[in-house]
T-cell receptor, first 112, second 107 residues
Framework: EAQVTQNPRYLITVTGKKLTVTCSQN?????MSWYRQDPGLGLRQIYY???????DKGDVPEGYKVSRKEKRNFPLILESPSPNQTSLYFC???????????FGDGTRLSIL | KNEVEQSPQNLTAQEGEFITINCSYS?????LHWLQQHPGGGIVSLFM???GKKKHGRLIATINIQEKHSSLHITASHPRDSAVYIC?????????FGTGTRLQVFP
């Protein structure tokens, strides 16, 4: 089954404790992306990747890191999380930015 | 002004009504996405269109590239259509989203 898998689905943690949200896709997609969704602001792009070893900043990259060492995986890293990063996060993949997007189920992150 | 504007923000309807959700954008685009987000939070892609019209079941999406406007129509609406509908456009290699239209359909 074609899917994008994110883990964990829920996480409550404390300020400053490094965390990683994993994202994996099984569709051989080149384009992968991370978004955060906040009430009143909608979805905003954090980082995206056009292919292996090619990543670039979206509109809200501050406080986040990503890597794309393999085509299927695109982890989101918060080196020193802060409360303003409390949000709902989505990973997505597609053949290209102008092709249908496949979303993971989301990760609800709470930073205390 | 946001690059992608949706209207209305909220919409309530009775079952069976015809629904229209609008999306206007200010950038030149190669395609426009319509997404659906159910109360559980998951997001699915409904349509990706670059011209004309697409239909899937009771959902119809249209786009007018010259006017930079797209509409999503739902015919014979049903309570299970209750969701947030989001349009998104590519800006170079990024995706820019509207803030969504929350639709509630009552029996």
């Amino acid at each position: 089954e074609a899917q994008v898998t994110q883990n964990p689905r829920y996480l409550i943690t404390v300020t400053g404790k490094k965390l990683t949200v994993t994202c994996s896709q099984n569709m051989n997609h080149e384009y992968m992306s991370w978004y955060r969704q906040d009430p009143g602001l909608g979805l905003r792009q954090i980082y995206y990747s056009m292919n292996v070893e090619v990543t670039d900043k979206g509109d809200v990259p501050e406080g986040y890191k990503v890597s794309r060492k393999e085509k299927r995986n695109f982890p989101l890293i918060l080196e020193s999380p802060s409360p303003n990063q409390t949000s709902l996060y989505f990973c997505a993949s597609s053949l290209a930015v102008n092709q249908p997007q496949h979303f993971g189920d989301g990760t609800r992150l709470s930073i205390l | 002004k946001n690059e992608v504007e949706q209207s209305p923000q909220n919409l309530t309807a009775q079952e069976g009504e015809f629904i229209t959700i609008n999306c206007s954008y200010s950038v030149g685009i190669s395609a426009l996405h319509w997404l659906q987000q159910h109360p559980g939070g998951g997001i699915v892609s409904l349509f990706m269109l670059s011209s004309g019209k697409k239909k899937h079941g009771r959902l119809i999406a249209t786009i007018n590239i010259q006017e930079k406007h797209s509409s999503l129509h739902i015919t014979a609406s049903h309570p299970r259509d209750s969701a947030v509908y989001i349009c998104a456009v590519p800006r170079t290699d990024k995706l820019i989203f509207g803030t969504g239209t929350r639709l509630q359909v009552f029996p």
